[in-house]
Nanobody, 123 residues
Framework: QVQLVESGGGLVQAADSLRLSCAVS????????MGWFRQAPGKERAFVAT????????YYADSVKGRFTIFRDNAKNTVYLQMSSLKPEDTAVYYC????????????????WGQGTQVTVSS
């Protein structure tokens, strides 16, 4: 059974940085393309970033491009989301997800999900 556990969320001020982690267990991590999504109150879940199985390819939502970086450590079975220059509109629950596909932006294409971690950015 594949399990994803996010960590690293919290309350920060605008312009601060934060790093989220997602540890994957119960499967072969290097087989999964990984993604980060977020859901703000009253809004639908939205794509943030995705990374290929090897880590060689990444893709970002326009709203976070240049501020967020997704990367992975296959030896540690962990994917990260480094967030910089945070804005209040980045406030959301952040979810990581795993797919057998690669560079996928649709949440419908992901097979496994974590429970989410709250990120709150104050102005």
């Amino acid at each position: 059974q594949v399990q994803l556990v996010e960590s690293g969320g919290g309350l920060v001020q605008a312009a601060d940085s934060l790093r989220l982690s997602c540890a994957v267990s119960g499967g072969t991590f290097s087989r999964y393309g990984m993604g980060w999504f977020r859901q703000a109150p009253g809004k639908e879940r939205a794509f943030v970033a995705t990374i290929s199985q090897s880590g060689a390819m990444t893709y970002y939502a326009d709203s976070v491009k240049g501020r967020f970086t997704i990367f992975r450590d296959n030896a540690k079975n962990t994917v990260y989301l480094q967030m910089s220059s945070l804005k209040p509109e980045d406030t959301a629950v952040y979810y990581c997800a795993a797919t057998f596909r690669s560079i996928v932006t649709s949440d419908q294409m992901y097979d496994y999900w974590g429970q989410g971690t709250q990120v709150t950015v104050s102005s």
